[in-house]
Structure formats: C-alpha cells, structure tokens
C-alpha cells in the first residue's frame, strides 16, 4: 500500500513539474535544464534580425538566446585550409575596429565554448549547401558556420554581420554597445552562380581605392563577380605591354573633359587580389568592334582609314569601329586578350560586342569570332552582350541579355545550342537610370527605375522560351556617364544593388516585395555606419536618420 500511495505521489509531483514547464533534467531552484542554461523563446527582435537578412536566405530562423561578442572571444579556423584562414582573419578585421577587442584566430578544431568557429565539411561534404552555401548555427556559447568550400564560409560571415548591430561597420571603438547575436539557425544556398555586379570605369575613371570600396559593398550582399567595362570611346583605362598610346594618349580624359586616369598591370593585380578575399571574380571587358574611339585616337591605324582622331569626351554611341580588313587589328586584338587573360584568374574575359552600328554585320562576325577564339586559345570563356549571338561565334560562351527590343528568339537558340545567359535587362538592373524625374543623376531612356523595379522581375522566367537552366545569372550595370565620384556610386547603386542581389541569390520562393522592403530598410542604419551615401527611396519604409 506504501508503494502505491509513493507512486501516485510521483506521478502526482511530475504532473504538476510538466505543467509548470519544469522536467527531470532541472534542477529545482537553478534554472538549468539538462545541465546548461535555460532558453528564453525568440523576442519579437530577435525573429526580426532573422526575418532581415538580405539577400533572403533559404531557411532563417531565430531559437531564442545570444551570444555575446567579449574580449576573450576568439575565431576557430580549420588548421588545414589557408583561405578558410583568410576568412577567419576578415572576420576578425571586420569585428576588432568597433569593439575594440584582440579577436584571436587560431586552428582548434576540437568543441570549446565562447568562440565563433568556422568548420569545412572536408571529405563529406553536404550536397544540400554546394561551393558557395553554408550553415550558421548561434548558440549561447559558440557561433559555427560549416560550409563544403571557403566560399561558403565567407557568406556566412556576412550574414553574421547582418546579424550583429550596425555599428560594427564603425572604424573606430564603439562604446555602451552591447556585441551579441541573437542565436538560431540559418541554411543558405544560391538560387544562381553568377550574380554580378558591373562597374563602367571607362566613360569616367575610378582609381583603385574607390573599386575596392565598391568590391567591399557588393560583396556583402553576396555578388560573386565584379564586371569592370575598361575600354570604350572616351577611355582605355588598363595598360598593355607594346600598346603604350593606349594609355598614353586613349586613357587621358574621360566625358565632360576631366583628367581620366588608368590602372598599371601592377593596379589590376592589386584589384583582383583584394576581390578574390571577398569571392569575388573580376571579369574585365575590352568592347569591340564598337566602343574603340580611345584605341582609334592611340592607334589611328585601327581605323580603316588610318587617320588621326581626336580623344571623346561625349556620351553618344555607335559611331567607332575597328576595320575588319586590317590584319592589324587581329594582332592587337590577340596581344590584348592574351595579357588580360594573363592578369584575370577567373574564367570570363569580355569582348563586348554592343551597339556596333558602324561596323557591318559581315565585319562584326569576323572580328567577334577572332575576338571570341582568342579568348577561347587563352583558356577563357568569351563573356559578351546580347549582339554577340548574332556571330555564331560557338560555345562555351556567355551573352548578357540588357535591351528589351533584342529578338528573343536568337537568344532563344543560342541557349539551345549551349551559350549561358546573363540576365540584366536595362528597365530593371541598369543602375544608371534614374530613380524618379526629380534624381539630379543618371539618364532616363530604358524608363525610371525604382528600388521596386530592380525587385519585381524573375531572371528564372523573364525570356520565353528560355529554359532556366540556360540562366548563368544576374548583373546589375552602373554606368557612369553621370557618376562622378565614389558617393555618386553609392547613391545610384544602393538600395537598388541589394534588390538585384537577391534576385540572383535566393530562391524564389521567399520574393516578397512587401516583406522585402521592411529587409531593405532594417538595412539603412549599416550603410549609415559605412558611410554608404544611399537613396532614401520613398519606397521603403527607412527609419529615421540617415
């Protein structure tokens, strides 16, 4: 009788521990389940720093806790990878400024508390991830972000910057700010390879601080490929061993009349580097047949007729071509592709191929195809604009699809026959357009395009009769006849930038324009802190300042 009345008792006692919402691993007056701390649930705040990050990951989701940066807080890298190194060390680069804290990175692999650890998956890798996904987990003890490549690990890490309070984007220490990171879970991967953004340094010149700083906010919205427009009609702005005029003569002014500028060897060196530690490639562009006048006024013997033409400073196009019955211009063409090609680690070199209204359509696929094969005997793949799937120019080969009144039927064929499309049709990635009729920057003649027109469009769907597997990606486009200075980037491309990013990046089930605009806006105070010069949009809800 003792045992059943004991029995019940217990069964009395765990009845009303269950509803209390105690269970057998707490112990009664510590407030710790199962030997660690108990978990409050997600804030309201918390859900909302998981529901913000941009570009939207696949899975997000805020468990409740934090974990708080301190100043014994160290990165844990994989002691057998250097570029996963290199992705602990920007990390700490990143943190050290605005807290003020030393943010060791050493190579434990071993579990250990109070530490932000990135892990490789090694010889298992995870197929749901792929080379750029990754996994972030926070806990009250430790953040890890595992990955199956180092690409993925740098995602990670700024999408843990996201997560992290803006004024970690500050240079200098930041006091009363309290470094924590409400824990969760996130599971990310990219909708598209190739998400890209192109920066004209052409038509005006940006030296190679400035391109950095572009590299740096592209990259942390995930763009994985920056395209630099080096050449056009009003400046040829990379140096080539034996073609010294074209610097010395093409790169010395840009529109308007200013001083332009150009990058030694040694520069595009220094650019590539320092985009390859972001994961980003760069693909360089040298325009032909179009676009030369800068060649023409260096080389004059270029030209069909061999005379001497002055330096443009305008903004109109289609006038310039290279003449197709000088064998002269294939040994240019050759040199030049050949020593690019030497310079760009990564697998597309540009030939162009746009607006060549002054060169027939018999010369366009001679040089075209030239062009194309010299990038092809290099090891390269031919990246160009949509004309060039006019020139049958064979594949491998990449065509980025940028002006609506193209005939979507040869691009149609061209994906068909293996050429991959970039998708960045004007009305909605050119961030050379206007905003509205009242922006003082920028041309208007694709149409005005607001933050919700960069956001509102599918790449996966936008050609008929293009199958999605033929879409390589995005690239948003800012061109610079207008854009002047670093600030003048930052106003044009942003918020627009990340809206196109996202389209390239997440998968399209999360699109969401009404949600995406709240994501957009949460986004306002880190540009603050960067000193991003953004366009308040009256689109997005911004909270105040800025």
């Known amino acids: 009788a003792d045992r059943r009345l004991s029995r019940r008792l217990v069964v009395i006692i765990l009845a009303v521990l269950a509803a209390a ?15 660690s701390a108990a978990v409050p649930p997600p804030t309201a705040q918390q859900k909302a720093d998981y529901a913000g990050i941009v570009p939207a990951p696949v899975h997000a989701a805020a468990t409740g806790g934090q974990f708080t940066i301190t100043s014994s807080t160290a990165v844990s890298v994989p002691a057998d990878s250097i570029p996963a190194r290199g992705v602990g060390d920007y990390l700490a680069a990143l943190l050290r400024p605005s807290t003020g804290y030393p943010l060791a990175v050493g190579t434990s692999d071993g579990p250990g508390g109070g530490r932000i650890r990135l892990a490789l998956t090694g010889a298992s890798p995870d197929k749901q991830l792929g080379p750029e996904g990754y996994r972030l987990d926070v806990a009250g003890d430790q953040i890890t972000a595992t990955a199956n490549e180092p690409a993925g690990l740098f995602h990670a890490v700024e999408t843990l910057r996201q997560l992290l309070p803006p004024e970690v984007e500050q240079r200098s220490a930041q006091h009363d700010v309290s470094w924590t990171v409400p824990s969760g879970h996130v599971v990310d991967s990219p909708r598209f390879a190739y998400r890209a953004a192109g920066l004209d340094v052409a038509r005006h010149f940006f030296g190679v601080a400035d391109v950095e700083r572009y590299i740096d906010e592209i ?33 010395r002014t840009e529109v308007g009349g ?36 800068a060649a023409l006024a260096s080389y004059p013997q270029l030209s069909c007729d061999g005379k001497p033409r002055p330096v ?54 001679k ?5 194309a094969a010299d990038v092809r005997a290099d090891g390269k793949t031919p990246w160009g604009w949509q004309e060039i799937t006019s020139a049958s120019i064979g594949t491998p080969a990449v065509a980025t699809y940028w002006s609506p009144g193209f005939p979507t039927a040869q691009l149609k064929r061209s994906a068909a026959a293996g050429t ?5 049709p004007a009305s909605h990635t050119y961030l050379d357009q206007k905003y509205d009729a009242a922006t003082t920057l ?38 610079t006849e207008t854009v002047v200075f670093n600030f003048d980037i930052d106003y044009m491309a942003f918020p627009r930038l990340p809206a196109i990013a996202e389209l390239g990046w997440s998968p399209w089930s999360t699109h969401d324009w009404s949600a995406f605009r709240l994501r957009l ?9 960067l000193g991003v010069k953004y366009y308040r949009s009256p689109q997005v809800p911004w909270p105040p300042g800025g």
């Open 21 to 35: 919402g105690i269970g057998l691993g707490t112990r009664l007056g510590t407030g710790v389940v199962g030997g």
């Open 219 to 251: 990259a942390l919205y995930k763009v994985d490929y920056l395209h630099l427009h080096l050449t056009d009609d009003q400046g040829w702005r990379l140096a080539i061993d034996g073609w010294p005029k074209l610097t010395g003569i093409g790169a």
């Open 258 to 293: 200013r001083a332009g500028g150009f990058y030694t060897q040694d520069d595009y060196r220094k650019l590539v580097a320092y985009a390859q530690a972001r994961y980003v490639t760069i693909i360089p562009e040298i325009d032909v047949p179009g676009h030369v006048t």
């Open 312 to 365: 443009f400073t305008g903004i109109d196009i289609g006038f310039s071509s290279l003449c197709a019955g000088k064998p002269t211009i294939y040994a240019f063409l050759a040199d030049v592709i050949r020593q690019v090609a030497a310079l760009t680690p990564g697998p597309y070199i540009g030939i162009g191929g746009d607006e060549a209204q002054a060169t027939s359509a018999a010369d366009y696929t």
């Open 367 to 371: 040089i075209v195809g030239q062009a």
């Open 420 to 424: 991959q499309l970039v998708l960045d």
């Open 442 to 479: 920028g041309l208007h003649w694709a149409g005005y395009v607001e933050v919700q027109d960069a956001y509102n469009w599918d790449p996966g769907t936008y050609l008929p009769g293009v199958d999605t597997s033929s879409v390589l990606g995005v690239e948003a486009d800012l061109w």
């Open 521 to 529: 806006a949460s986004q306002g105070p880190r540009w603050k802190a």
